[in-house]
């Protein structure tokens, strides 16, 4: 008799090999698209893993921006600190952040990190309670040693 704990590990595996399918299937389509696809990948993980409603109830306690970042960074979990300059959030991380990469479920691509950009901007437009633009500036899954995001407020 397999046992539930062999099944869950063989699901995992499974949906891991569909969403790398899904991922590399989306290398052939225009990158305006590609990156909203993921980007709504994004939104759904902020939604699934709990951080939104870390976010809402953030952006109900204060309003303060600066006090904003400071809760952000002390109460989502995130593979860097924000730090506030002007108009711009910034964040640098030294290795992937997201768990189904750190978790060996899906392979970390460059189309994969576009992912991690709709999950900024969800958790942002939340607690600031106005719309944002990110940009992901530098990526370990493009080649580069670190992942470099900018969210404009």
Do not use: H
């Not at 711009?88 to 978790?103: A, D, H």
């Not at 392979?107 to 990110?134: M, N, Q």
């Amino acid at each position: 008799m397999i046992n539930e704990l062999d099944e869950t590990k063989k699901l995992l595996k499974r949906t891991g090999y569909v969403l790398n399918s899904i991922i590399k299937g989306l290398d052939e389509v225009d990158l305006k698209t590609r990156k909203k696809i993921m980007e709504l990948c994004g939104e759904a993980c902020a939604r699934s893993d709990g951080d939104l409603e870390i976010a809402e109830r953030i952006a109900e306690e204060t309003v303060d921006e600066e006090e904003v970042v400071a809760k952000v960074n002390e109460e989502i979990l995130w593979c860097g600190t924000w730090t506030r300059k002007d108009n711009t959030l910034r964040s640098t991380c030294v290795k992937c952040g997201c768990p189904l990469v750190g978790n060996k479920v899906v392979d970390l691509t460059g189309t994969f990190c576009y992912c991690s950009r709709g999950w900024v901007k969800k958790i942002f437009e939340t607690v600031l309670k106005k719309p944002v633009t990110v940009e992901l500036q530098k990526s370990i899954g493009f080649g580069d040693k670190v992942c470099e995001f900018v969210v404009y407020t």
